[in-house]
């Protein structure tokens, strides 16, 4: 079946600095989602990329879908201690009823 | 507020105990899910409600079972639990029945432990 590699599995950075979390697929992907979640809450939904080379911003995130739809990235720009958080990125692949595949999230942990 | 709350937060129950976990969403989706959430594995997808019609299972073993009576409610029926079945159990919905595609809105959760 579908599955979804994210790395790393934990990130220690100190506020100000950047952060990235990779995700790779085994199958094309028709979309993927990435999601976030805080310590003690629950997954919120950041954003969906569709297409090939697909490049999305919102404010100091930065969402990449790769060229063959079989990886995408997220880049965090001058990390805030509110980012702290688990970060998931979550692949469909289309068609029949087969629902997003998670990847296992990247930890972010921020130290001021 | 989420608009999906679930409940209970916590459950704390004995194997051999019959307990429910309840779902309701208030956002008019037509999808609701079922993920059992472990600690140092993904988020396992276990049951998907299309239009109140199962339309997934994911070899979810049979002391499981899920009810959705209508589109806002979905419940998880538990019974002769193991150790192994403690978790965050997370209940979802999205607007449209292609659920891999769509935004999904999540619950807080309930923490259950198995004694």
């Known amino acids: 079946g579908q599955q979804v590699m994210q790395i790393p599995q934990y990130q220690h950075v100190q506020e100000g600095e950047d952060f990235t979390t990779y995700c790779n697929s085994s199958?094309?992907?028709?979309?993927i989602q990435w999601y976030k979640q805080r310590p003690g809450g629950h997954p919120v939904f950041l954003i969906q990329?569709?297409?090939?080379?697909e490049v999305k911003k919102q404010k100091r995130l930065t969402f990449q879908f790769g060229e063959a739809k079989k990886n995408s990235s997220l880049h965090i720009t001058a990390t805030q201690t509110t980012d702290v958080g688990t970060y998931f990125c979550?692949?469909?692949?289309?068609?029949?009823?087969?629902?997003?595949?998670f990847g296992k999230g990247t930890h972010l942990i921020i130290q001021p | 507020e989420t608009g999906v709350t679930q409940t209970p937060r916590h459950l704390v129950m004995g194997m051999t105990n019959k307990k429910s976990l309840k779902c309701e969403q208030h956002?008019?989706?037509?999808?609701m899910y079922w993920y059992k959430q472990s600690a140092k594995k993904p988020l396992e997808l276990m049951f998907v409600?299309?239009?109140?019609?199962?339309?997934e299972n994911n070899s979810v073993p049979s002391r499981f079972s899920p009810e959705c009576p209508n589109s806002s409610h979905l419940f998880l029926h538990l019974h002769t639990l193991q150790p192994e079945d403690s978790a965050l159990y997370l209940c979802?919905?999205?607007?449209?029945?292609?659920?891999?595609?769509?935004?999904?809105?999540f619950g807080d959760g309930t923490r259950l432990s198995i004694l």
């Open positions: 979802a919905s999205s607007q449209e029945p292609g659920h891999g595609n769509q935004p999904q809105h």
């Open positions: 199958t094309t992907l028709s979309n």
């Open positions: 990329l569709v297409k090939s080379g």
């Open positions: 979550a692949g469909y692949s289309g068609g029949g009823a087969d629902g997003l595949t």
């Open positions: 956002l008019g989706h037509n999808a």
């Open positions: 409600y299309s239009l109140e019609e199962r339309v």
